[in-house]
């Protein structure tokens, strides 16, 4: 009977591979960056034919740390062909010194069109037609890997950030001891965060947006953070959240949660809560936490119609 010492060290000899697949436009190269950060090798775009090649000049089991591999591919990677990409992976996944897995990036079609109409980019499928026609061949056409993937993620609520933190999570090599607090700020009229574990609504605070001196800067300006200061209201309710949050983080940890997302939300996401974001991640660097700091609606192109109150798709 073998020990689970026994069975854990075989499973690190095991060169750990994963396939990372999906919709054009879901967020492969957002993934595979955040695999990169997390200290994966990454092939993108690989002619999957290639795969037992490349698998083959890996290092050997017993030299020493096998760094996980991470390859990109999709429906514009030449030769791709679904069933004999399956057909190649049930043969490799037979071997003994691979750990293989494949992660497939999906999103609705209506956000995916949303995604090209606004960046302008022409779908690889579509030519000359509409972007809805290229997604829809693309859809049929990686249906069978979709189906045969082991793991599935789906983007169409996730903004980039989002999925930044869903991959950091998933895949992280090890557990880190120290828990990972983020703070972020965002804008009510584009959506609330679809994984933050706390969020404040800031919009009881004056808004510096009906300042015309004001509008064009940000919650990262001098002016507006005097601005917002001023509000009678702010210093009490910065004081209350912060120390419910002080409160919270190490019961966090305690509790064994090894990620943290704290979200301030206001009209736009460009005034009242990238200040309090800003404030709140100096107070928590001073109580001995490390946050990491994101704006997501900070560039957003428009942002000052939405704070005006005139609705438009983002």
């Given amino acids: ?72 591919f999709d429906s514009r990677t030449r030769g791709f062909d679904p069933a004999r990409i399956i057909a190649q992976v049930k043969a490799l996944e037979g071997r003994g ?10 999103c609705a079609s209506k956000e995916l069109e949303r995604r090209y109409n606004e960046t302008r980019r022409r779908h690889a499928l579509a030519a000359d037609a509409p972007v809805s026609t ?14 045969w993937a082991d793991m ?13 933190r869903v991959i950091r999570e998933r895949f992280a090599s090890t557990a880190s001891e120290e828990m990972t607090v983020t703070v972020s700020s965002f804008g009510f009229s584009r959506g609330m965060p679809p994984l933050a574990d706390l969020v404040f609504d800031m919009r009881f605070l004056d808004n510096p947006h009906w300042d015309t001196d004001l509008r064009p800067q940000t919650g990262q300006d001098p002016a507006v953070g005097e601005y917002i200061r001023k509000d009678p209201a702010f210093e009490e309710a910065f004081s209350r959240i912060r120390d419910l949050i002080l409160l919270l983080l190490p019961r966090y940890r305690a509790q ?28 928590l660097r001073e109580a001995g936490f ?20 005139l609705r438009r798709e983002r």
């Fill in 256 to 283: 064994g949660k090894a990620y943290v997302h704290i979200a301030f939300g206001c009209t736009g996401g460009r005034h009242r809560s990238v200040f309090t974001a800003e404030q709140i991640a100096a107070a």
């Fill in 134 to 147: 290229g997604i829809r061949a693309e859809r049929e056409l990686l249906a069978p890997l979709r189906r």
């Fill in 97 to 106: 010194d691979i750990l293989l897995n494949t992660l497939f990036l999906d």
């Fill in 152 to 164: 599935l993620i789906d983007t169409s609520e996730f903004t980039s950030n989002d999925l930044q």
């Fill in 290 to 309: 490390s946050p990491t700091l994101l704006h997501r609606n900070l560039g957003s192109r428009a942002a000052d119609l939405l704070e005006g109150g």
């Fill in 1 to 72: 009977m073998q020990d689970d010492s026994e069975s854990t060290d075989g499973e690190a000899e095991k060169q750990r591979v994963l396939l990372v697949t999906g919709m054009l436009g879901a967020g492969k190269t957002t993934a595979l960056r955040v695999l990169e950060d997390l200290g994966w090798e990454i092939v993108d775009n690989f002619p999957i034919r290639l795969l037992d090649g490349l698998i083959e000049s890996a290092p050997a089991a017993g030299s020493g740390s096998r760094t996980p591999l991470a390859i990109g």
